[in-house]
């Protein structure tokens, strides 16, 4: 198993919820992705970024798989306007 976990900060974090619901739009998009969860920044708790996905894939396939899907790339397009920083972690599991 792979975890795959993205961080972003945004140019402007009022963009959070838009972009969750874009990241959400993923969820099941290839076979072997087994968790997909976005996370918002929540007022009152701490927190370095604004937006976090935190997927699990079955194996280093499956995440080469979702990477290049069409509807992935045109979310990474609209969040990439958006982000400020983006951080990534992939580890196995």
Excluded at 45 to 56: F, G, P, R, Y
Excluded at 63 to 91: C, E, F, K, N, S
Aim: net charge negative; hydrophobic share 50%.
């Amino acid at each position: 198993m792979l975890r795959h976990i993205v961080m972003w900060t945004l140019k402007d974090p009022a963009d959070a919820p838009k972009v969750k619901a874009l990241l959400d739009s993923c969820k099941g998009l290839v076979a072997g992705m087994h968790e997909f969860d976005v996370g918002i920044k929540a007022e009152g708790l701490e927190a370095n970024c604004d937006v976090v996905l935190v997927s699990t894939f079955e194996d280093a396939a499956a995440l080469a798989a979702y990477v290049p899907h069409p509807h992935h790339q045109g979310v990474v397009a609209q969040i990439r306007q958006m982000a400020a920083t983006r951080h990534v972690l992939d580890y196995l599991v």
